[in-house]
């Protein structure tokens, strides 16, 4: 057989999509629709380019801060989360906002509300600066402690050791999580696991996806931006499971042809905000440089759905009751 005949893609699934991503972007979408443009949206929607160039082509304007939207406009919060001072910011504006939170994320929030409510120090395990850990944070930020990750475990400071709980943000790596978790037990046996995991259901299935690939593969592409932390973690975790090399990439075309040296088989997945057409790019790529054989290795089904927030939900209802009484 030849090096020619021998290529081959091991593709991933599930990957791409999660139900949250899927909500968050239909939001903006509807609400362009329902509304009109421009639709204002608090940080990126989810993190990933090609779905922010996209919503931006049908009239979204993307900002930083609450401040920045025009005084009585609409305005879309990111699948991330954000604190309660962003609702108060809203409300001071007389902005109407529509939610689009994963409702994942909505759950860790309340477990943070609770635990402090209960008179719990929570440690939140996650990276600081991320979107999703400001939102957690801003909950009870005179209770929750971040820990980002293993190293950073001699470093927390608590009221009392006996009330202590831990919580993650949903995007991070399991193991590395675990690991964390275990150097929390170590230094504090009493600490409190939370009532249910909080890491994703997809950040799960495509991390365990990419470990059955990543064993036989030479090189595993991960389609996913570099802000995304699933995606980045999808990286670490093919390599961690036994990938020789692999590489994040937004498109097709910022991979680099001299990856592909002596590589017979190449894993492929995207991170949970990556839409299909972006992976489709990649594999036409690949089939363009003699890797048309494409084997997919399906780890879990995925039937999941969120409905839209209750804000479009409610509008909607009322435009199709006016529609039908007329």
């Known amino acids: 057989m030849t090096a020619t005949a021998a290529r081959r893609v091991l593709l991933a699934a599930p990957r791409g999509y999660c139900a949250g991503v899927d909500r968050a972007v239909i939001a903006v979408e509807k609400a362009l629709e329902q509304y009109g443009a421009p639709i204002y949206v608090r940080k990126q929607i989810v993190h990933?380019?090609?779905?922010v160039q996209t919503l931006e082509k049908k009239g979204a304007i993307f900002v930083d801060e609450t401040e920045e939207v025009p005084e009585g406009s609409i305005v879309v919060f990111s699948a991330h989360g954000v604190a309660p001072v962003v609702h108060e910011e809203a409300a001071e504006r007389r902005l109407a906002s529509i939610d689009a939170t994963c409702p994942l994320v909505t759950k860790v929030h309340k477990e943070a509300q609770r635990f402090a409510a209960?008179?719990?120090?929570i440690l939140l395990i996650g990276h600081e600066g991320h979107e999703e850990?400001?939102?957690?944070?801003?909950?009870?930020?005179?209770?929750?402690?971040?820990?980002?990750?293993?190293d950073d475990v001699d470093n927390v400071r608590v009221r009392d050791e006996n009330r202590l709980v831990w919580l993650s943000q949903t995007t991070l790596s399991v193991d590395e999580t675990m690991e964390t978790v275990g150097r929390l037990k170590e230094r504090f046996p009493g600490l409190v696991s939370p009532p249910s995991d909080d890491i994703c259901y997809a950040t799960q299935n495509r991390q365990t996806a990419v470990k059955e690939i990543a064993a036989e593969s030479d090189l595993v592409i991960v389609v996913g931006s570099r802000n995304s932390s699933n995606s980045v973690r999808l990286?670490?975790?093919a390599l961690g499971a036994g990938a020789k090399a692999s590489h994040l990439v937004d498109f097709a075309e910022e991979i680099d042809e001299a990856w592909l040296e002596g590589v017979s088989t190449v894993g492929v997945t995207s991170g949970a905000s990556v839409p299909e057409i972006l992976v489709q790019g990649v594999l036409e790529w690949l089939a363009q440089r003699g890797y048309e054989d494409v084997e997919v290795f399906r780890s879990a089904e995925e039937k999941l759905t969120f409905s839209l927030p209750k804000e479009l939900r409610r509008d909607l209802r009322t435009e199709l009751g006016a529609a039908s009484g007329s």
């Open 235 to 237: 990286v670490e975790v």
């Open 118 to 121: 209960e008179d719990y120090d």
């Open 48 to 51: 990933n380019k090609y779905v």
């Open 133 to 150: 850990v400001v939102g957690t944070m801003g909950e009870a930020p005179d209770r929750i402690h971040l820990v980002d990750g293993p």
